[in-house]
């Protein structure tokens, strides 16, 4: 393990590794979208401990939890209204662009990668999406600013036609992870040789399991994080820093280009 954290060497040792691989594959957490307001599960003063999320068998047990659920969600938007993709969205999303860059891994539920420009069928999204809703029965996509009034007028947690509860398309505590983005993440890890870690604490599961299983496979596994991460040992680089500034040079400067 190599561990840097001088801000131009951590920039220039990503450059090398981005034009040295293959197929590069980024797993992002939530340190990814602090930049652009979005707050993190656990620092101390997260909006999140406020609003703390509802398990989802309370939520499916209780019509009092789930209109919680809907309070809360709508509280979290409210503080992220507006919030624009910072530097390592958009520059992961140039490296896409000039095929730096394969798949992109996220724990993340902010939308804030495709905002960025990244192409929506190579964004794997393991945890959901909280810009829309789903019934958790028959499935059909519901709008939050459809669904939004509604609540506020009633206080009743939205219902589908069919009768299911309505739930914001995130995975709460409890859920099950979705089963095709777990088939999709594994088939990015297993199939590049660079796997960037970003952002992220690496200690949910079963998310954090990809980077080792990319490692596993052969990949050079690079994390870059404020924060240690329980994997930076079994890591080949570890870049610590301002994630931001790590990635800014990458959102205006075509490593391509420069490879050429």
Same mark, same amino acid.
């Given at each position: 393990m190599v561990v840097i954290e001088e801000l131009e060497r951590a920039q220039d040792a990503l450059a090398r590794c981005l034009r =040295?691989? #293959?197929?590069?594959?980024?797993f992002t957490g939530a340190g990814l979208s602090t930049e652009s307001? @979005?707050?993190? %599960?656990? !620092? !101390?003063?997260? &909006?999140?401990?406020r609003h703390p999320p509802v398990p989802f068998k309370d939520f499916l047990a209780d019509a009092d939890a789930r209109a919680l659920a809907w309070r809360?969600? %709508?509280?979290?938007?409210?503080?992220?209204?507006? &919030?624009?993709?910072?530097?390592?969205?958009?520059?992961l999303a140039r490296l896409m662009a000039d095929d730096m860059l394969g798949d992109i891994v996220t724990q993340n @539920?902010?939308?804030l990668h495709e905002s960025a420009g990244a192409p929506a069928e190579r964004i794997v999204e393991l945890h959901g999406n909280? /810009?829309?809703?789903?019934?958790l029965s028959c499935g059909a996509r519901h709008e939050l600013a459809d669904l939004r009034p509604r609540f506020e007028a009633t206080g009743l947690a939205p219902e589908c036609a069919c009768g299911g509860p309505v739930k !914001?398309?995130? @995975?709460? %505590? /409890?859920?099950?992870?979705?089963? =095709?983005a777990l088939r999709r993440?594994?088939?990015? !890890? $297993?199939?590049?040789? $660079?796997? $960037?870690?970003?952002g992220s604490s690496l200690v949910v599961y079963p998310a954090a399991a990809f980077p080792v299983l990319a490692k596993e496979n052969g990949a050079a596994l690079v994390i870059v994080n404020r924060e240690p991460t329980p994997l930076d040992a079994?890591? #080949?680089?570890? $870049?610590r820093g301002d994630i931001g500034s790590i990635f800014a040079p990458f959102e205006s400067c075509s490593l391509r280009a420069s490879t050429s």
């Amino acid at each position: 393990m190599v561990v840097i954290e001088e801000l131009e060497r951590a920039q220039d040792a990503l450059a090398r590794c981005l034009r =040295e691989c #293959d197929r590069a594959v980024a797993f992002t957490g939530a340190g990814l979208s602090t930049e652009s307001g @979005i707050p993190d %599960f656990r !620092s !101390s003063d997260s &909006a999140w401990r406020r609003h703390p999320p509802v398990p989802f068998k309370d939520f499916l047990a209780d019509a009092d939890a789930r209109a919680l659920a809907w309070r809360r969600k %709508f509280a979290m938007d409210d503080l992220t209204a507006g &919030a624009r993709p910072g530097r390592g969205p958009r520059a992961l999303a140039r490296l896409m662009a000039d095929d730096m860059l394969g798949d992109i891994v996220t724990q993340n @539920i902010d939308g804030l990668h495709e905002s960025a420009g990244a192409p929506a069928e190579r964004i794997v999204e393991l945890h959901g999406n909280g /810009g829309y809703a789903a019934c958790l029965s028959c499935g059909a996509r519901h709008e939050l600013a459809d669904l939004r009034p509604r609540f506020e007028a009633t206080g009743l947690a939205p219902e589908c036609a069919c009768g299911g509860p309505v739930k !914001s398309a995130t @995975i709460a %505590f /409890g859920q099950a992870m979705p089963q =095709e983005a777990l088939r999709r993440a594994r088939r990015a !890890s $297993l199939n590049c040789d $660079l796997y $960037l870690a970003i952002g992220s604490s690496l200690v949910v599961y079963p998310a954090a399991a990809f980077p080792v299983l990319a490692k596993e496979n052969g990949a050079a596994l690079v994390i870059v994080n404020r924060e240690p991460t329980p994997l930076d040992a079994a890591a #080949d680089l570890v $870049l610590r820093g301002d994630i931001g500034s790590i990635f800014a040079p990458f959102e205006s400067c075509s490593l391509r280009a420069s490879t050429s």
